[in-house]
């Protein structure tokens, strides 16, 4: 597979929130065009309804683009390696301020890993 990961990238960069950058760079892949792929995802900006509450958006469009549970797994688990959490505020420094990913790392990160388990 040709990477994409830059093109997630572009798109978070154009306005795209972090879940909608994934899932609609590889919408193709689950069957779904962008316009649907992209309202799909649209709750899911900013830890799941700006809330910072809940899983970084990214593994959540990444996620959205699996078709097994394992491999959704694969994908959570290597970004909490990766980056020490899956949690918006955790990763935006919310409560210690420091800054563990900026977003645009974390939607790379994500299609990195989607990538991977997509072979």
């Given at each position: ?7 997630a990238a ?8 972090c879940a909608?950058a994934?899932?609609c ?8 065009d962008?316009?649907?792929?992209k309202?799909l ?6 830890g799941?309804?700006?809330?910072m ?9 990444a ?10 797994r694969n994908?959570i688990?290597s ?7 899956v ?7 919310i409560?210690?301020g ?5 977003c645009i ?15």
């Open positions: 597979m040709e990477t994409r990961v830059e093109e572009k798109k978070k960069q154009c306005g795209f929130n909608q994934v899932a760079t590889y919408c193709d892949l689950a069957g779904i962008e316009v649907t792929m309202n995802n649209q709750g899911f900006a900013v799941i309804g700006v809330s509450e809940a899983t970084c958006g990214a593994i959540i469009g996620v959205n683009v699996q078709k097994t549970m394992k491999s959704a994908i688990t970004f909490k390696e990766q980056n020490g959490t949690i918006c505020k955790e990763l935006k420094g409560a210690d420091v800054v563990k990913r900026e790392d974390c939607v790379r990160d994500a299609a990195r890993l989607l990538e991977n388990e997509l072979g």
